[in-house]
Structures are given as structure tokens and as C-alpha cells.
């Protein structure tokens, strides 16, 4: 269940939920159809939308090949909880599961030139393939993870901060 539904739900001292409450449900509800699609599409189209960006990837700037294959890894790793987070519509889902590891992958590997070319191009694919509506269910999530992984340096002195 996600974070907004939860909060609904945690408030013992509510007997019933109110009209806000209902409408946030409702709206969840009636986006559930709409998000599996998505969420289906992901899953099933996952190496057809990555293979033109990895593809794009090794001859637009001529990166090295194991730049390119980390990059592209870590890309599937973010669509995944983008995924993940737009089916649960959480937020914070995508943070709580890349904010650990990933911008140490990026710091490490040096892969800020070619992720961030990654990230345009993933961009591209998927308004390909998702209508606007569609895309925006998956945008926040995808803004998140390219945050984390772009802005390597305050997130890792943040996390060796906490």
C-alpha cells in the first residue's frame, strides 16, 4: 500500500474518512488500471526501450563500452523502481531504495557524462512509447533517481553527513 494510503488509514481517532480522504482514495483507485498498463509495459518492453539508448550511447560520444554498460545497468535499475513507485504512486519509494548505493556507483565509476545523456535519451523513448498522461505518472520517480545520480557529490556528502 503506498504512503499517501497509509496516512488515510493510520488516523485511529477518525472514525470514518472524510471528503478529502475519499477523494485522494478515489483518485488512486480509479488510476490503478492506468498505472498497471504502464507498469506492464515496462516490464514486457523493458530491453526494446533500453537497447536504442545503450545503442545511441556507444556512437553519439564514443564512450567507453564499460561506461555504457554501467550506465545502461544502472538506467534498468532506475526504471524499475521508477516503475515500482509510479505503481504504488510513492514518492518517496524511489529515494528510500537508490539513495544508498546508487550515487556511490555513479562517484565511483564516473559515469555523470554518460548517465546524463542517458537520462535525456530514456526520456525520448519513453514518450515514444507512453502517452503524456502516462509519462507523467513515471516522471517524478525518473526526475528522483537522475537527481541522486547527477548530483553525486552534495547527495554523497549528505548521506556520509546523516
Do not use: C
Not at 131 to 138: E, I, K, T
Amino acid at each position: 500500500m503506498t504512503f499517501k494510503l497509509d496516512t488515510l488509514f493510520d488516523s485511529p481517532d477518525k472514525q470514518y474518512l472524510d471528503a478529502n480522504d475519499l477523494s485522494t482514495l478515489s483518485q488512486y483507485v480509479s488510476s490503478i488500471p492506468e498505472r498497471m498498463a504502464v507498469y506492464r509495459t515496462l516490464r514486457d518492453q523493458e530491453i526494446a526501450l533500453m537497447q536504442p539508448i545503450a545503442d545511441a550511447l556507444q556512437q553519439q560520444a564514443g564512450h567507453p563500452e564499460p561506461l555504457v554498460e554501467r550506465s545502461v545497468r544502472n538506467g534498468l535499475m532506475v526504471l524499475r523502481y521508477a516503475a515500482m513507485a509510479m505503481l504504488l504512486d510513492d514518492d518517496g519509494f524511489v529515494e528510500e531504495r537508490l539513495q544508498g548505493w546508487l550515487p556511490e556507483m555513479v562517484k565511483a565509476y564516473e559515469t555523470q557524462a554518460v548517465d546524463q545523456q542517458l537520462f535525456q535519451l530514456l526520456m525520448q523513448q519513453l514518450a515514444k512509447v507512453f502517452s503524456p498522461a502516462q509519462l507523467n505518472l513515471l516522471k517524478p520517480s525518473i526526475e528522483k533517481a537522475k537527481s541522486l545520480m547527477l548530483n553525486t557529490r552534495e547527495t554523497v556528502t549528505l548521506a556520509g553527513l546523516l
